[in-house]
């Protein structure tokens, strides 16, 4: 039985629960990940998961090369969405390499952005990239879209 199945058949015996805000960093709420060591990277996040909504809501139907950009694109940003990164810069666990790391995820968020935007996707540079970070392989970045834009 699924879960949509069971609730269905016993609606009236449910209960609405709203969770608190928790987590398992220090003092059991996201002061972890929002503290001065690593709080500048937000607004970076903010910007790049705003360009990518657009972009992914004005592209509905590519093929090739755009395609495999947007989508190593999303790859990116959810590499630099990494919530490891912020942890380690605040913990002081490999802080520099952190700092690196959503650096380089981030800037190559931009710089694919950039590329579909001018429609001058640099087709070794992106090889390179979907080779060194190739998680997520069946990845689909209308999964980003708003669904405002269709």
């Known amino acids: 039985m699924t879960a949509s199945e ?6 009236s015996g449910m209960e609405a629960v709203s969770p ?13 990940w929002i503290d001065e060591s690593n709080s500048w990277i937000y607004k970076h996040l903010r910007r790049a998961s705003n360009l990518m909504v657009q972009i992914a809501g ?6 090739g090369l755009l395609k495999r950009a ?31 790391k959503f650096e380089e ?11 579909i935007t001018t429609n001058r996707i640099n087709k070794e540079g992106l090889l390179s ?4 970070n190739a998680i997520f392989p069946d990845i689909d970045y209308r999964i980003y879209a708003d669904n405002k834009s269709g």
Request: glycine residues 4%; positive net charge.
């Open 105 to 115: 995820h981030i800037n190559n968020f931009f710089s694919l952005h950039n590329q």
């Open 58 to 63: 004005t592209n509905s139907k590519p093929k």
């Open 70 to 100: 947007l989508n190593q694109a999303l790859r990116e940003l959810l590499l630099a969405q990494a919530s490891d990164w912020p942890f380690m810069m605040k913990t002081g666990n490999s802080s520099e390499f952190a700092k690196n």
């Open 20 to 32: 608190a805000s928790s987590s398992w960093g220090n003092k059991g709420y996201s002061s972890t």
């Open 129 to 132: 990239l979907e080779k060194k």
């Open 6 to 11: 069971y609730i269905s058949q016993n609606i």
